[in-house]
């Protein structure tokens, strides 16, 4: 099979490889689409300070079960099956309390092991969930970015008299204003971005309003329209951003945030006490994959409005640049591996 290996920093190969044989407790998912996201970018670049390399990278990807390992059911042969990269033990303390995508022991499929962007990929049986019928490839494949916007969301329990404020109008910001919108029905949603083309597909993705915060100010646009955020969710990822976001908040607000910078960053405590704000983060997902499955099928969310491109996996290089220099035109980028 061809597999595509980070070899090191900025070496992508297409290398041949084995076909991998389940183990016990595993399946062969024979992969059809997957998607490309900023941290395969990132361990392509040398820029993910978790990576291991030699690499299989891609971590969004869905495909059909073509072997299963011992003590899988047989039956699970031929079935569509999207794949959760978070592995984890089951035991530790965050599992304990139903949070498996922050175990002590976690692995990421496409960081810490060989991942999706190769013809075949052997996943933990338990995290190759079933895509029914009605689900079509192109959105089961983009079931895992959404599991970001579930769990972003899920940590808050949005509702129809909010105001949602989000900070960023990439991958993340998008299915964050779906999953706001459309999922929980929340009343308003502003998106803040600097790049206008990624505003327009934010308004198209229900964001009520869209705000270039580099030529306009957020704090004069919420204080003109009378909107103070309820919800603030940083999906830029800026460390200048909490401060801001602490400011422009309601008092009882909630901000989530997404970001791993490891540069440090300023803010007042008085503000956040003052107002009896919740902070929260969030890292991957919790267990989000049914819960987006069952958004699919109910037709709440529209993956086909952050799909921008198509690629051939032969052409890996030429998408991940794309991805990397376009943000104007590129939002979701996929490979295909089969048709
Ligand atoms: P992206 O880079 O495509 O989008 C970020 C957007 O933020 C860009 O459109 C950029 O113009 C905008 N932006 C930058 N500074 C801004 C500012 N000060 N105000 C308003 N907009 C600003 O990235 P993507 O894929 O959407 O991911 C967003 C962030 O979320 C990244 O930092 C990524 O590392 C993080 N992330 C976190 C995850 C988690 O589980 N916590 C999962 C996936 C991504
Ligand atoms: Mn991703
Ligand atoms: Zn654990």
Redesign the pocket.
């Known amino acids: 099979m061809k597999s595509i290996v980070i070899e090191k920093p900025n070496a992508l190969n297409i290398t041949e490889r084995p076909v991998p044989e389940p183990v016990a407790g595993e399946v062969r998912v024979k992969i059809k689409l997957a998607g490309i996201?900023?941290s395969d970018s990132h361990i392509y670049r040398g820029h993910n300070p978790f990576a291991q390399y030699p690499r299989v990278i891609g971590h969004e990807f869905f495909g059909v079960i073509d072997a299963v390992g011992d003590g899988v059911d047989r039956s699970r042969m031929g079935e569509r099956v999207s794949v959760d990269p978070v592995i984890s033990c089951g035991h530790c303390y965050p599992c304990s309390i139903g949070k498996p995508n922050v175990c002590t022991s976690l692995v990421v499929l496409g960081v810490h092991r060989d991942g999706g962007f190769s013809e075949y990929a052997v996943v933990p049986a338990k995290n190759a969930w079933t895509i029914p019928d009605t689900v079509p490839d192109d959105h089961a494949v983009m079931v895992e970015p959404f599991t970001?916007a579930a769990n972003v969301t899920g940590q808050i329990n949005p509702t129809a008299n909010d105001i949602a404020l989000i900070?960023?109008?990439?991958?993340?910001?998008l299915t964050t204003v779906q999953a706001l919108k459309r999922v929980y029905k929340v009343k308003t949603v502003v998106i803040?971005?600097?790049?206008d083309e990624?505003l327009s597909m934010a308004k198209q993705c229900g964001a009520d309003w869209a705000i270039n915060?580099s030529q306009q100010s957020l704090q004069d646009f919420l204080a003109e329209k009378g909107l103070k955020p309820t919800i603030v969710v940083d999906?830029?990822?800026?460390p200048s951003?909490l401060q801001e976001a602490i400011t422009l908040a309601s008092p009882a607000a909630r901000i989530v945030l997404?970001?791993?910078s490891s540069d440090p960053c300023q803010i007042v405590q008085q503000g956040i006490t003052g107002k009896e704000l919740s902070i929260y983060s969030?890292?991957?997902n919790a267990n989000k994959f049914p819960v987006v499955i069952d958004w699919l099928v109910n037709g709440l969310i529209d993956p086909n409005q952050l799909i921008t491109h198509t690629f051939d996996y032969h052409h890996v290089t030429d998408a991940i640049e794309l991805f990397e220099k376009d943000?104007q035109h590129c939002c979701k980028v996929l490979l295909t591996f089969t048709k």
């Not at 900070?167 to 910001?173: K, S």
């Not at 999906?235 to 800026?238: P, S």
């Open positions: 996201c900023g970001i900070y960023g109008a990439g991958p993340m910001g803040a971005d600097r790049i990624r915060n999906a830029a990822c800026h951003i997404m970001g791993f969030s890292r991957l943000q």
